[in-house]
């Protein structure tokens, strides 16, 4: 197989459309626009959002109020009854979050949240804490680590 004897696939080129170019051509006459009206018009350019002249689409819809915050960032909230499933002097991080089957991913932020009670001392790593969440885990002579995520 030489280079200059490669061919694309049957079909894969086809000539466009010319319309307007006679009646032998198959698209003459009104050149596939119908008889009358906007659309048939030179120039039209009709919006999506265009309905023959009713109430648009959008408009018939409901208006939300209120804005998205673009800044916003989302947490994966873990509790500390969730955390008293640990021994006692285990380090708390986001691998072995995801271990245990309580985030499912350890590149998402993570946030303990106070909810239970905590027995056993632990070391937890996360990028957030709830004022109770922290003052329990120091209650039980645990430490507490924030991590710095680099943006």
């Known amino acids: ?19 307007g170019r006679g009646d ?54 873990v509790n500390l009854d969730q955390l008293a499933e640990f021994p006692a002097d285990t380090v ?14 350890s590149d998402s932020l993570i946030k303990v949240l106070g909810r239970g009670d905590l027995e056993a001392a632990l070391a937890v790593s996360a990028h957030s804490f709830s004022r109770s969440a922290q003052a329990k885990i120091e209650a039980a002579g645990g430490s507490t680590e924030r991590i710095i995520r680099s943006t």
């Open 24 to 77: 032998g051509s198959g698209f003459g006459s009104f050149a596939g626009r119908g008889m009358k009206g906007q659309n048939s018009r030179s120039g039209h350019k009709g919006s999506g959002g265009f309905q023959g002249g009713q109430n648009s689409l959008l408009k018939s819809l409901p208006s939300m109020r209120g804005f998205t915050n673009i800044f916003r960032r989302e947490y994966a909230v």
């Open 92 to 105: 708390v991080n986001p691998e072995l979050l995801v271990e245990a089957g309580l985030i499912k991913n």
């Open 1 to 19: 197989m030489q280079q200059h004897s490669i061919r694309p696939p049957k079909g894969a080129k086809k000539s466009r459309r010319r319309v």
